[in-house]
């Protein structure tokens, strides 16, 4: 790790004290650390004690005749490896996510060439604020990734959500980016979406599936270092950062772009897959017409997941299905495991208010070794969740 080096950007919170724990281990691991200290964050802790913790400059200055004559900040932004920010506040998230470069900071993230690590902490209010939330949502899909924040006590007195990560598991995330994660040199398959089925030129049989949950399941899969290839149907979500999409609208055009993708280390189906399609696509638009409504005739769709699971010989290593279900959870999910064939299910009860289409979901894992129940939480975290276990059955 010797030659790995972190750019560092302190911003003004009172997390910034963790900030220095951080430095330390980055040192003790042999990771440079450049540290950028923001105005804000020297209320906090002082250029004197960053310094000797990462045995660097400080710099702080936009304007600084000297640092802008020993580094530039066009270099310093580049001069690193990775990008940190921790403490991100909510004022440093919203400059970055709307390109603002009015100080050292703000102008070094707007520069680098180089990834980005996040690791957010504000009072709870000011982190579930939707100016806040559509920052988020900029910043992720502009490709800038996220540590955290975690829930707690915090130092304003309030309870909730926006406690910085601990040091050591934000240390983690630095490691994993600089040495590519636990899926370098792996390929995952991951399917995610509705398929749109053509009755005629202009009309579709289609359903209401978001992508939200695949989309993040793709995007985790890749923050852990995996080359991913996206299946998606038609929805309206941002590509991930490094996640190659393929754009379907059919189950028949989604199982040949899965196939076109084999081989894979591991395949996600996490698409709603329509079971049926006319069984004609009318080449030119029905027509309202005296023998009233046409009669629609279906015929079965392929099964993605059940294909990729049984084929031969370029089986992925672990297939994992979804099953949405809205009774007897953990039976139909079981079945489904034996149905399908596939490593996993990861199952869940769609009846409960808000996951369809929402940002939450409570999920459980049945695989052959039994059942993992897994508390209700956020779609980017289930799919981290996801996405590791993965990472753990192909380690
Ligand atoms: O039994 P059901 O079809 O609901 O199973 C859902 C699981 O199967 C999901 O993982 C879904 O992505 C996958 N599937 C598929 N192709 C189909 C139908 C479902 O890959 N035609």
């Known amino acids: ?48 004690s960053l310094s000797a913790l990462a045995e660097d400059k400080v710099y702080s200055e936009l304007f600084s005749l000297t640092d802008e004559a020993e580094m530039g900040h066009i270099e310093l932004s580049r001069s690193a490896d990775l990008v940190v920010v921790a403490p991100a506040t909510a004022d440093l998230m919203a400059k970055a996510a709307n390109g603002l470069a009015g100080d050292l900071a703000a102008t070094t993230l707007l520069a680098t060439d180089k990834p980005v690590l996040m690791a957010p902490a504000m009072n709870v209010r000011m982190w579930e604020h939707a100016a806040t939330r559509r920052n988020l949502a900029t910043l992720k899909a502009d490709g800038v990734s996220f540590v955290g924040p975690d829930e707690g006590a915090m130092a304003c007195g309030e ?9 050591a598991a934000i240390f983690d995330a630095i490691l994993g980016m600089l040495e590519g994660g636990p899926l370098k040199g792996k390929h995952v398959l991951v399917t995610a979406g509705p398929t749109a089925e053509a009755l005629d030129p202009v009309r579709v049989l289609t359903n209401r599936s978001s992508g939200k949950q695949g989309f993040a399941i793709a995007g985790a899969l ?30 028949r055009e989604m199982l040949a772009a899965c196939q076109a993708a084999l081989p894979a280390d591991a395949a996600v189906c996490v698409a709603a897959v329509a079971d049926w399609r006319p069984d004609e696509a009318y080449r030119i638009k029905l027509k309202k017409g005296r023998d009233g409504p046409p009669v629609l005739t279906l015929v079965e769709n392929p099964d993605i997941l059940a294909t990729l699971a049984a084929h031969t010989p370029q089986r992925p290593r672990v297939v994992v299905g979804f099953a949405a279900e809205t009774n007897d959870v953990e039976k139909h999910a079981r079945a489904k495991l034996t149905r399908k064939g596939c490593d996993w299910i990861v199952a869940n009860d769609v009846t409960q208010p808000g996951v369809m289409g929402g940002a939450d979901n409570t999920v459980m894992i049945v695989s052959k070794a039994g059942v993992e129940r897994w508390d209700r939480a956020g779609k980017d975290e289930v799919a981290m969740k996801i996405a590791r276990r993965i990472a753990q059955d192909l380690a």
């Open 159 to 167: 309870y909730g959500e926006g406690r910085m990560a601990e040091p």
């Open 222 to 251: 890749a923050r852990l270092g995996a080359r991913v290839t996206l299946v998606a149907g038609p929805v309206s979500q941002p590509t991930p950062a490094g996640v190659s999409r393929v754009d379907i609208e059919s189950a």
């Open 1 to 48: 790790m010797s030659e790995k080096r972190v750019l560092l950007i302190v911003g003004g919170g009172i997390a910034a004290y963790k900030t220095l724990e951080l430095t330390r281990l980055l040192r003790k691991a042999g990771v440079g650390v450049r540290p950028i200290l923001t105005q804000a964050g020297a209320q906090f802790v002082t250029p004197l």
